[in-house]
């Protein structure tokens, strides 16, 4: 639309009262008609022919050949001279976007002799072609005068050219030739440049592509080939056309632009700017569908000078910064604009109308076209440029690299063979140092074994001791009884043999009976050896006791009575218990796959625990007790040990499982016990829990499998 705008600004229309004595010579060559004209506007809409020649006499006005928008019908009044052989000669009007012409001869008729309508479609047209034809009937050697009545929606450009009926046609078709070899670079570029998009995937292409495919839509469509050619029934999408399609032009020409030129990263101002501008041409599109054509135009006009100086600013500071592919585009603008402009000039008769200046627009359509495919593949070679420059880098610092590490690894191996050295001399500390703490744990383990043994030695010593002492107490007093049944039985013998008399006899046996008192003598013998035999059984009972809980098979699994061990456990702390009431709720026996002499450890363990908490609490007084409870299922046998001691805080139950640790006194515990305990339970595969209130007792929870498969 820069055409346009360049139009208005350079429009020199030059009105004066005039008579109609212009008079065309017409020798048989194409003339274009422009000074010779006479243009009245009917701002009335009304006048008729006689009324045009009369205002036209008095106030005719003369011109250019463009007139700007004018929305009233518009008179043209031409005298042609025929100097030439044919008495037929065809006047046609250069601008395919005008509405209607009818033509009237110099009579006082009000009907025209010819009339063209643009809304009846062009295949109603009496001549073919995308310009408006009319044949003028000259005799050879005569002037006549022809008014042309004039009405269109768009810019009235109103280019008259007076040839003959032959010329007229080489020239429409010369024109169509030219047109159709401007689609075809139009078309071989577009599908070139989408073929590089699908190859590529460069977006720079796509916008391309579609501101190929539209600014060739736009320049068929203004030169009327839209209509004549593809939708000739359709007059009122055509008029759509007009600008819709050079507004999607304008867009995607910003879009590819934009991208192009990496507005966004080097130019964001001028970036925003055109955005605006792509904005205004979908604006002037939608004013146009809504149907105001004159204020679309004048949008269309009003964007398209600013719009291209600001592409220009934008390309020459890219280009100054460093962007080089911006003067293939800088040219690429250049030539379309001195297209757009050579055809502006001609249209105010500043240039002749030539070859040159009327086919200068598409041809400057092809060049940019071109040169932008050229750019878009200079860009491209630049990528590549860059790409391998960076890949030679890269592969530069890759070999550096390379050379680094190698150098990196040679002492990294050294390093390592140092660091092996190190590790091996380490290994070998750690191996001596776990060694001797393997050497250390066992040692304490023993030590806390033996502090058991200790308190079960004690134990024992005075369980054994008590009914020892009762056997040997009862000792003397038997042998005492025993010898005087002795003496009585000797005394029974010497009075046997002797001469007596039975009375005498039996007086002496009731006599000796009475001195030994035989009879308490027999109570007495009974009593001493019933203590002496309850001595013996509980000394057997104790033995036996010691003997299940210092079992010598620890690590063995047997199908053991975990009663059995319960209940020795019991019999070697018997000393210890003092006041402390044990309950029991169980049945047994329970027998269970187990480690007996460690399991019995972990009984001991856990019934010294109680012992000691409620001792601390009830010390020698009654009310201490310890529950104990064994309840099975098909799998599992749950133990659980509970008593009403001090109990523990809740930092004491953290650490209650950890080795050394003990709230006993110094001297007193080596904190070892609850560890064997955990880890004990581990070993038989089964679970202990914890519960404790401060003050009131604690329970301990164990979960046994009953059956072990390892």
Not at 56 to 71: A, C, I, P, Q, S
Not at 409 to 414: A, D, S
Not at 469 to 484: A, G, H, Q, W, Y
Not at 643 to 671: A, H, L, R, W
Request: glycine fraction near 6%; include cysteine; aromatic fraction near 10%.
């Amino acid at each position: 639309m820069v055409k346009k705008i360049l139009s208005t600004l350079l429009i020199l229309v030059v009105f004066s009262f005039v008579s109609l004595a212009d008079t065309i010579e017409f020798s048989g060559k194409k003339i274009i008609v422009s000074q010779q004209s006479h243009l009245w506007v009917d701002t009335t809409k009304s006048l008729d022919l006689a009324g045009v020649k009369s205002e036209m006499k008095e106030h005719g006005l003369k011109g250019k050949l463009d007139l700007d928008y004018v929305k009233y019908p518009v008179w043209m009044a031409i005298d042609i001279q025929n100097k030439s052989s044919n008495d037929r000669i065809m006047a046609v009007f250069e601008n395919p976007l005008l509405d209607s012409i009818a033509l009237f001869e110099d009579t006082n008729s009000t009907i025209p002799v010819s009339y063209n309508y643009f809304g009846e479609g062009f295949l109603n047209r009496t001549y073919k072609g995308t310009f408006q034809k009319f044949v003028l009937e000259i005799p050879v050697g005569s002037t006549r005068t022809f008014y042309f009545r004039i009405n269109s929606t768009e810019q009235m450009i109103l280019p008259l050219s007076i040839s003959t009926e032959s010329e007229a046609l080489q020239n429409n078709n010369l024109r169509d030739l030219i047109y159709g070899a401007f689609m075809g670079v139009i078309l071989v570029m577009l599908f070139y440049n989408l073929f590089v998009y699908y190859s590529t995937k460069d977006t720079n292409y796509l916008y391309y592509v579609l501101y190929i495919l539209f600014i060739g839509l736009g320049q068929i469509t203004l030169s009327g080939h839209m209509f004549s050619l593809v939708i000739p029934d359709l007059p009122s999408v055509y008029k759509y056309a007009i600008v819709v399609l050079p507004a999607l032009s304008g867009i995607f020409a910003v879009f590819f632009i934009q991208h192009f030129l990496q507005g966004s990263i080097l130019e964001p101002k001028l970036n925003k700017v055109l955005s605006v501008v792509a904005v205004s041409y979908g604006l002037a599109g939608i004013v146009r569908l809504l149907g105001f054509d004159q204020i679309s135009a004048r949008m269309m006009d009003s964007i398209g000078l600013p719009g291209s100086i600001v592409v220009f600013i934008m390309a020459f500071r890219v280009y100054k910064k460093g962007f080089k592919s911006a003067s293939y585009f800088i040219a690429a603008w250049s030539v379309f604009i001195i297209g757009v402009v050579f055809f502006v000039f001609r249209n105010l008769s500043l240039l002749p109308f030539n070859a040159v200046t009327t086919y200068t627009l598409p041809l400057g359509a092809s060049l940019e076209v071109a040169l932008l495919s050229f750019a878009l593949a200079d860009k491209i070679n630049t990528l590549q440029i860059q790409k391998r420059e960076k890949e030679k880098e890269a592969l530069l610092a890759a070999l550096e690299n390379e050379r680094l590490i190698k150098g990196q690894n040679i002492m990294l191996e050294q390093k390592v063979q140092e660091r092996t050295l190190d590790l091996a001399k380490s290994n070998e500390q750690l191996n001596d140092t776990l060694t001797n703490l393997k050497a250390t744990q066992s040692q304490l383990v023993e030590q806390e074994k033996m502090a058991s043994l200790g308190q079960l030695t004690a134990g024992i010593a005075h369980e054994i001791n008590n009914p020892i002492n009762f056997v040997t107490s009862n000792i003397n007093p038997l042998k005492r009884d025993i010898s005087m049944i002795q003496d009585l039985m000797n005394n029974l013998e010497s009075l046997c043999l002797s001469e007596d008399n039975s009375e005498e006899k039996s007086q002496k046996i009731k006599n000796w009976k009475k001195d030994i008192d035989y009879e308490y003598l027999q109570e007495e013998l009974v009593f001493l050896l019933k203590g002496i035999d309850e001595g013996a059984h509980r000394t057997a009972e104790i033995v036996k006791g010691l003997r299940v809980f210092a079992r010598n098979d620890e690590d063995t699994l047997l199908n053991t009575d975990v009663i059995e061990g319960i209940e020795s456990t019991l019999v070697i702390l018997n000393n210890q218990l003092g006041k402390i009431e044990i309950k029991k709720n169980y049945e047994g026996p329970q027998l269970i796959d187990c480690y007996p002499g460690k399991l019995n450890q972990v009984f001991l363990n856990l019934f010294s625990n109680s012992i000691h908490a409620v001792n601390s609490k009830f010390e020698a007084n009654v009310g201490g007790q310890i529950t104990i409870t064994v309840n099975v299922d098909e799998n599992y046998i749950y133990l659980t040990f509970e008593d009403n001691g001090i109990g523990m805080s809740d930092e004491v139950q953290k650490k209650i499982f950890e080795p050394f640790f003990t709230t006993k006194p110094v001297g007193q515990g080596t904190g070892l016990g609850m560890s064997i305990v955990f880890t004990t339970i581990e070993a038989h595969r089964g679970k202990i829990n914890l519960s404790s209130v401060l003050g009131e007792g604690t329970k301990f929870e164990i979960q046994l499998n009953r059956s072990l498969i390892f």
